[in-house]
């Protein structure tokens, strides 16, 4: 019980009896009890915006490219910008639980890098059919909405509601993965959440590793838990392929926007969630360069399931996405990884493998006529650069001779 001395009797007053009171005697009124129930509720969501506002902040006010190139690129604006970020990222860290900070900060890449440029794009193929058919590598084929029937547009919003909420679900796990460990089990978090930056060095080997990584696991986990054989000899690879078939394959035709995080819920976790998170945790990424890392996988499944055929980087995107298409269209007879290299290492690739991309792109590029132009170019300049050398030795004689005759005439003149 509270005791009667604790008690501030002026803290009951009514408010206009207060401004009679001296300052030393008054007391605000205590919140009443309608106000304390509403900041118990809204505190959580408050809080909640207040990390996802400055997590945004952060993470549109870091500068990627300059962060990497601040060893050979010290400008000013370079260091106020890193400044600047490590002034707003201490500022979050520290103000706020790692928990939050972290499922906070996923929620936002995957909005901004995956969920409102999907939005755009499939926004486009249904506003503007005959525009967006034009740029489609399939043609009408590759068109989210082929008719305007109501039973299309009723499975096609199944497909977006179910892709939405499996983003959800992969930043949920995540979150009950890092609560399970900090909370409960009183260990260190699978992400590191400090104030410390990452070096530049060390963010391209987490970003190599956990890429490759990913491709290896998504690899495996697609071909032989998803895609197993006409008849699975086990009854939980029946029931994982049957649902992967009845979901993904029988509602995505070709891929479209938002459509690669569609399937059934186990299904998406093991395909999507698990090969994306196991690198993060197997060598602990730092809270930023998992951000960044989720970042360039989202990017990748924007561009590579939106069905254009000219992408930003056609070397690497354009081959992805067209092995993408060709696993849909098979329905999974091969291209079960992602990037292509363990398909090209196993020999499971439909179509152009990853060495034919690079092929491609080279005689796309023109490579071997501009190393040839530069090969012959190099060969001319030490060729004149020879013929040069020679021409100054020779006529540095006839120039000693000059110069000796010149002194011996000024000499006997004298």
């Known amino acids: 019980m509270v005791s009667l001395s604790t008690l501030h009797p002026a803290c009951y007053l009514p408010s206009f009896l207060n401004s009679y009171i001296p300052n030393a005697v008054a007391c605000p009124p205590p919140p009443s009890v309608a106000r304390t129930i509403f900041d118990t509720i809204t505190s959580p969501f408050t809080s909640t915006y207040t990390t996802l506002k400055t997590t945004g902040d952060a993470i549109l006010g870091l500068p990627f490219l300059s962060f990497l190139l601040i060893p050979t690129m010290t400008s000013y604006s370079t260091s106020l910008n890193l400044l600047f970020f490590y002034l707003t990222w201490s500022t979050l860290v520290l103000s706020h639980h790692p928990l939050r900070v972290e499922v906070v900060g996923s929620l936002m890449v995957k909005i901004l890098f995956y969920v409102i440029p999907s939005g755009v794009f499939l926004l486009v193929d249904i506003l503007f059919p005959g525009v967006s058919e034009g740029f489609k590598s399939r043609g009408a084929d590759a068109l989210p909405l082929r008719d305007t029937r109501r039973k299309s547009f009723m499975r096609l919003i199944g497909v977006l509601g179910w892709s939405l909420f499996n983003v959800l679900l992969g930043v949920a796990l995540q979150g009950l993965i890092e609560w399970i460990l900090t909370v409960q089990m009183s260990r260190p978090a699978a992400l590191r959440v400090t104030t410390t930056l990452p070096l530049p060095w060390g963010i391209v080997k987490d970003l190599l590793k956990g890429l490759v990584l990913r491709d290896v696991l998504t690899w495996l986990v697609h071909r032989y838990l998803l895609h197993g054989g006409p008849r699975p000899a086990n009854a939980i690879l029946r029931d994982l392929s049957h649902l992967h078939e009845t979901w993904y394959h029988k509602a995505v035709k ?54 254009y055929a000219r992408l930003p980087t056609n070397f690497l995107l354009g081959g992805i996405a067209n092995r993408n298409e060709l696993h849909c269209l098979t329905k999974g007879r091969g291209n079960f990884g992602t990037w292509g290299l363990c398909d090209w290492l196993a020999d499971t690739t439909i179509g152009p493998d990853a060495a034919d991309d690079i092929v491609d792109e080279m005689e796309e590029a023109d490579v071997q006529g501009k190393v040839v132009k530069g090969v012959n170019r190099s060969v001319a300049k030490v060729s004149k650069a020879a013929t040069g050398r020679s021409g100054g030795a020779s006529a540095s004689p006839k120039r000693r001779r000059r110069t000796r005759r010149t002194r011996s005439d000024s000499d006997y003149s004298d």
Do not use: K, N
């Open 254 to 307: 070709t891929p479209y926007p938002l459509s690669p995080t569609y399937d059934h819920p186990l299904v998406y976790i093991l395909r999507v969630f698990i090969p994306m998170y196991t690198p993060a945790i197997l060598w602990r990424f730092h809270a930023l360069v998992f951000m960044l890392y989720l970042a360039l996988i989202s990017l990748e499944e924007t561009f590579t399931h939106s069905g």
